[in-house]
């Protein structure tokens, strides 16, 4: 679970920090442009890393520095409970005068406040506590370390962070580039969905017994719902099919033809089965609701929350009253600014809300950070 | 989709907004049957869930005889006030209409317990579950047992279908 995350000059954040302690489920909300969605791109940046993109440029860009200010460096922190270790995860970027590529500033893993490694710009110092000893080599400065420190182990601490990094799922689903066709199999969905079907591929194959709670969800949000197929369409790929049933008759139609809603009911089931059969998926969810009718918002969110009440945790944005009812003060958090030249403030409802109707009360913009 | 209105289902009208947290808390109980639960918006006060009850929701509970009701109120420290909204219950429905609240305000309970509403709620969807009586005991929500029996007969079997300890 994550703790803390941190992001510091890094567009409209400066000194930003989510404390998650002991939070499963969450909520964001705030006005367009407060900052919402920023949080997901900050966790979508560790999660590239730990995905192996490790090219600078590939993760950050000169207009990622706070109101241009390329005189600071650009700093990020995670911290997270994995296996119930404390993992700490910091990584900063600079541009000097004449880069046109950001490069390594600092970077450091640690475990239990134990240093895994360092890393000043180019000098990276490894450390290994069974013999006591370092070693110390050069990387190049506009690569992050971390993808291409070897580890010994799957257990290896690089290789758990690395790993629990990679499964970090950002969502901003897309629907319309859902497209329902697999050629692989994988256990990473990307932020827009668009290989939805080769995450399913991947997590039915890796976990077969989620089919049964797939069905269970999906039958629950579609009632006529019968059973999915991945028929194969040539040698590597396969297409996936819906089967609809009602009175005797059936009715078949390609993944691709369904509304964008019921697209994100998949998604949703499938969330919801990788949660539980993963034993605890991380998910950050940017405008949950989209899509969906005001009658399934409230049912949707809450089995979510259900879900990850128990194992994993999700962090949801919104701007639906009815997902904002489904969330309390303590697990709502209020994102705003001042005005675009501004940093976000991020507070706790619980600490900045004395209100009696949350709803009402955003309807207005009533809230004082 | 949205909870079935001709199967068993149980809507909660909160009176404010530390009542919804309260309900946010029990509806997140991994042993409840989220799909037979809705929650509405909060009426704004005691007065207007009793007003907006009888107004608008009388008419469809007679429609779908499946729906149960639950007026979720603070009592303020009037121990009559379950009296004074269920006489107000037309007979025909009565039976699938409740009043629970907490005998003063939510705030109070909740500092007495030390805990936040989300995690009294799931307290006592938890204790629903295993028909059991700790936090239902507490001395600012004691006063609602025979209702709450009440509401248990007529819900637990489609709110809490895998059941806990017999009653």
């Known amino acids: 679970m994550i703790q803390r995350l941190y992001a510091h000059n890094y567009r409209c954040f400066e000194n930003f920090e989510l404390n998650l302690k002991s939070i499963s489920s969450c909520l964001l909300i705030g006005k367009n442009g407060s900052g919402k969605s920023a949080v997901g791109d900050v966790l979508e940046l560790f999660q590239k890393i730990g995905r192996g993109t490790n090219r600078v440029g590939e993760l950050l860009t000169p207009t990622d520095f706070a109101w241009g200010n390329q005189t600071l460096p650009m700093r990020f922190e995670l911290e997270a409970l994995i296996e119930q270790r404390p993992f700490k995860y910091e990584i900063a970027f600079e541009l000097p005068n004449g880069f046109r590529e950001l490069r390594v500033f600092e970077e450091k893993l640690s475990v239990e406040n134990t240093p895994i490694y360092t890393r000043d710009l180019a000098q990276v110092t490894v450390f290994r506590t069974n013999n006591n000893s370092e070693a110390k080599f050069l990387v190049d400065w506009h690569l992050v370390a971390l993808p291409i420190i070897s580890a010994s182990s799957e257990k290896d601490p690089v290789q758990v962070f690395k790993s629990w990094l990679s499964m970090l799922t950002i969502l901003s689903p897309i629907p319309n580039l859902i497209s329902g066709d697999s050629t692989s199999e994988t256990l990473h969905l990307t932020k827009d969905g668009a290989n939805f079907s080769d995450w399913l591929e991947g997590l039915l194959g890796a976990f077969p017994a989620a089919y049964a709670d797939l069905d269970n969800s999906l039958k629950q949000v579609l009632p006529d719902f019968k059973d999915f197929q991945r028929p194969s369409t040539g040698i590597t790929s396969k297409k996936l099919v819906v089967q609809f049933v009602r009175e005797r008759q059936s009715f078949r139609v390609d993944f691709e033809h369904l509304s964008s809603g019921e697209k994100c009911f998949f998604i949703w089931s499938a969330i919801l089965a990788a949660n539980k059969h993963l034993g605890g998926l991380f998910c950050f969810w940017d405008e949950a609701d989209s899509h969906l009718s005001l009658s399934e918002i409230g049912h949707f969110i809450s089995a979510l929350r259900q879900s990850y009440q128990q194992e994993g945790q999700i962090i949801l944005t919104t701007h639906s009253e009815e997902v904002v009812r489904k969330f309390s003060h303590e697990n709502t958090f209020y994102l705003g600014r001042k005005s675009h030249l501004e940093p976000t403030i991020i507070r706790p409802l619980s600490e900045v809300y004395t209100g009696k109707n949350i709803v009402h009360d955003l309807l207005l913009d009533d809230i004082e950070l | ?167």
């Open chain 2, 1 to 167: 989709m949205s909870v079935n209105k001709f199967e068993p289902h149980l809507l909660v009208l909160p009176e404010d907004d530390a009542n919804r947290q309260l309900v946010n808390g029990f509806i997140t109980s991994p042993n409840l049957n989220i799909r037979a639960i809705q929650v509405l918006p909060v009426a704004g006060g005691w007065e207007i869930a009793v007003r907006n009850f009888l107004n608008e929701e009388v008419q469809k509970l007679r429609t779908y005889n499946q729906r149960r009701f639950l007026l979720l109120i603070d009592f303020d420290g009037d121990s009559e006030r379950r009296n004074e909204v269920s006489n107000q219950i037309p007979e025909d429905i009565s039976e699938r209409v409740f009043v629970l609240g907490v005998l003063t305000e939510p705030e109070r309970l909740r500092v007495m317990l030390g805990m936040n509403y989300e995690k009294i709620g799931a307290s006592l969807a938890n204790e629903c579950y295993r028909n059991e009586r700790k936090f239902w005991a507490h001395e600012l929500l004691a006063h609602n047992e025979a209702e709450l029996v009440r509401l248990n007969e007529s819900v637990r079997r489609f709110l809490f279908p895998k059941r806990g300890a017999s009653p």
